[in-house]
């Protein structure tokens, strides 16, 4: 066989996850990479979400080999989970050299470090935006979407009436009130001579948790439960809701249960308490990896290059509705309004503390019993000491 052949090849496994990206997406991307890298061929095997953290633990943990993984896409906020360890390769380099490290948004970069180390490399975003009823808005004399905190509330009011919901908000959207809190220059959580403590009582966090409290009067969202319960999508469906705070794909889920409102749902991004800035959000989305114990790094390395690179990044954007991976490629999404919404927040969008234990928090969760002590009368000041305390316990394994 001659150079270059198909018996010269060297495979590139690569573990994406279910519904990432299209089956189209997929083949193009395949077909031009093999023709572009004749030395190499691409074995893309697609993941379920449910157990993958066992498994790419396991993955990272074997002995490496021709049927490991060589690039791994993982939830952005896990990098540090899998980093911690060794286990993960360093890309520092890479980013900083070749792939404009600088540039990227920070919600995918900033959780894709460990010990100031680039291990996670920033593939697409999705972030919540505010899905609106134009008709009421309408009716309430609101002619352009609020631009900041103050247009927000009153606007808000104004949809506020006995025959409807202003917003519904769930009272424990930890998710939502990580942004107000991002917003006033507070943190969930911080690192104080390399040890996570809980923040939740700092001055800048109790003032996030006061504008919560504000926007979540002005609906009749349960303080004692989650946007999954029930799911906000069917409330907003089924009844006179001004707002929702979520990604723009949920408005499909509730045109379909309510057909009515197709051509009536409008998207503007969370606003921030000026208007020239939309307000903090969680980002959420994945970054590509490599495992310190592929026998293929030349290879991983050049598709992570191909994938987060501008073309396939922004190819992958437009196919699946994501946010690409650097401010500067929004235009690629700005003709889809639910989109472009998503990609103004992304750009001051923030991820959980980079902390491998964060996981821990997450599965007690404090921030949401925070919270409905909070919408329930609590002290904002007893209950966010307390509660913030409960995060660094799960934080700190010296202080269990």
Not at 279 to 290: E, I, K, P, Y
Request: glycine share 12%; no cysteine; aromatic share 8%.
């Amino acid at each position: 066989m001659s150079e270059g052949g198909a018996d010269d090849r060297r495979s590139v496994t690569v573990w994406l996850m279910k519904n990432s990206a299209s089956q189209d997406f997929l083949r193009r991307f395949t077909e031009e990479f093999e023709r572009e890298h004749p030395r190499l061929s691409l074995d893309i095997r697609i993941q379920e979400w449910t157990g993958i953290g066992e498994k790419v633990q396991a993955a990272l943990k074997a002995d490496g080999g021709d049927d490991g993984p060589d690039v791994v896409e993982v939830g952005n906020t896990q990098v540090p989970q899998y980093a911690e360890g060794g286990r993960l390769q360093d890309l520092t380099l890479e980013a900083m050299r070749d792939w404009g490290i600088r540039e990227w948004l920070p919600g995918l970069a900033e959780p894709g470090q460990y010990m100031s180390q680039q291990f996670g490399i920033p593939w697409y975003a999705a972030n919540r935006v505010v899905i609106y009823r134009k008709d009421l808005f309408e009716e309430a004399g609101i002619g352009e979407p609020p631009r900041t905190r103050e247009e927000w509330i009153t606007a808000t009011e104004k949809l506020d009436t006995a025959g409807a919901q202003g917003i519904y908000l769930a009272g424990q959207d930890w998710y939502t009130l990580s942004g107000f809190i991002w917003d006033e220059g507070g943190e969930l959580a911080r690192q104080d001579g390399g040890i996570w403590k809980g923040s939740l009582d700092s001055a800048a966090a109790l003032r996030g948790m006061e504008f919560y409290r504000e926007l979540h009067a002005l609906g009749r969202g349960p303080a004692d439960a989650d946007e999954e319960h029930p799911p906000q999508a069917g409330v907003f469906a089924k009844g006179r809701v001004g707002q929702i705070i979520a990604v723009p794909g949920v408005a499909q889920s509730i045109v379909r249960e309510n057909p009515e409102l197709k051509g009536k749902l409008g998207f503007f991004p969370v606003p921030g308490k000026t208007a020239d800035r939309p307000g903090a959000v969680f980002t959420g989305g994945s970054d590509l990896v490599v495992p310190k114990n592929t026998d293929n790094l030349e290879g991983a390395v050049q598709v992570i290059e191909a994938l987060a690179g501008a073309k396939w990044n922004t190819e992958l954007a437009r196919a699946m509705n994501y946010v690409p991976n650097k401010e500067s490629l929004a235009d690629a999404v700005a003709g889809e309004e639910g989109v472009a919404a998503m990609a103004a927040g992304a750009a001051h969008g923030r991820a959980t503390p980079g902390t491998p234990r964060w996981g821990a928090v997450e599965a007690d969760n404090p921030i949401k019993e925070y919270m409905t002590k909070v919408l329930t009368g609590g002290d904002p000041r007893e209950e966010a000491r307390r509660h913030s305390e409960r995060i660094t316990e799960l934080l700190d394994l010296n202080a269990r």
